[in-house]
């Protein structure tokens, strides 16, 4: 598990009683997250994916809704094998996807359309697009993405995808880019063009795959690992929930740590 999860820059957990009770105990407070005012600024894709950043009103510990703190064989590998420094929960990000997805955003460009269809709008947490120009900037530190499924669907019910391996080349080439930098500077520093130039590298020479767990069970992706989302296949099965992913992204503060640690 270790080794995949260090090589390849994610891994999956088996179905974990902890992690299952915590999915029956959020899942009313995630489907409630979908119709909230606070949160409609996520509906995106013409209906077909709520974003729901941050839309989870957990705990700092990870419980919701009167569970317990989140817990399980996913949190002991995070805790033991990561060698983060200490973080807090942050409010988990509730994203769902419905049939169709994904459909045109209103004014996403064709452009930004077609990389969402084609390359599952693949791209590196933190590294945001600011402007018109939409240059990219190192502006979060996520700790790692936990994925854990909300409810049933099915494989092609737009998976999340990771291109394994990519989570060095990430590092290898921000590395580069910042080097003699202090890391407090490295915010200010645009980026866009080596941000576009490792994901072309990326797409040539790390194996895209896609990811399938079920209630219960969890997926651990390295911080640094390029992912997206895939598009919804006509053949896709889901209940009326859509296909909803709980994940969480804890931001660790420390830009030296986010690039360098394992």
Same mark, same amino acid.
């Given at each position: ?8 820059g994610w891994c999956r957990f088996a179905h974990d009683p902890g992690i299952e009770s915590w999915v029956r105990q959020a899942l009313p407070d995630a489907r409630a997250s979908l119709t909230s005012?606070?949160?409609?600024? &996520? ?5 077909? &994916? ?66 969402? %269809? ?9 590294? @945001?697009?600011? +402007? ?6 190192? %502006? ?7 994925? @854990? ?15 394994? +391996? ?7 080439? @921000? ?44 997926? @651990? ?10 598009? &919804? ?15 969480? %992204?804890?931001?660790? +503060?420390?830009?030296?740590? &986010?690039?360098?640690?394992?």
């Open positions: 598990m270790t080794e995949q999860f260090f090589r390849r005012p606070e949160q409609r600024q &996520w509906h995106r894709c013409g209906g077909t &994916w709520f974003a729901g950043v941050n839309a989870l009103a957990n705990r700092a510990d990870g419980g919701v809704n009167g569970s317990g703190p989140l817990s399980g064989s996913v949190v002991d590998f995070i805790n033991q094998k990561l060698a983060l420094p200490d973080f807090e929960w942050d409010q988990a990000q509730v994203s769902v996807c419905y049939p169709g997805y994904p459909k045109p955003m209103e004014g996403e460009s064709g452009g930004a359309f077609r990389y969402r %269809r084609e390359r599952d709008a693949a791209h590196v947490d933190g590294l @945001l697009p600011e +402007g018109s120009a939409r240059r990219r900037h190192l %502006r979060e530190h996520h700790g790692f993405i936990l994925g @854990l499924p909300m409810v049933s669907f099915g494989e092609q019910a737009a998976p999340f995808v990771v291109f394994e +391996g990519s989570h060095e080349q990430v590092r290898s080439a @921000l590395s580069s880019r910042f080097d003699g930098l202090a890391p407090e500077c490295w915010g200010e520093q645009d980026i866009t063009e080596v941000y576009h130039r490792v994901r072309r590298d990326i797409f040539e020479s790390c194996a895209r795959t896609e990811i399938f767990a079920r209630p219960g069970e969890a997926y @651990l992706v390295h911080r640094l690992t390029l992912h997206g989302i895939a598009p &919804w296949e006509q053949s896709a099965t889901a209940g009326d929930d859509g296909r909803m992913i709980c994940y969480f %992204r804890p931001d660790i +503060g420390d830009p030296e740590a &986010w690039l360098h640690l394992p």
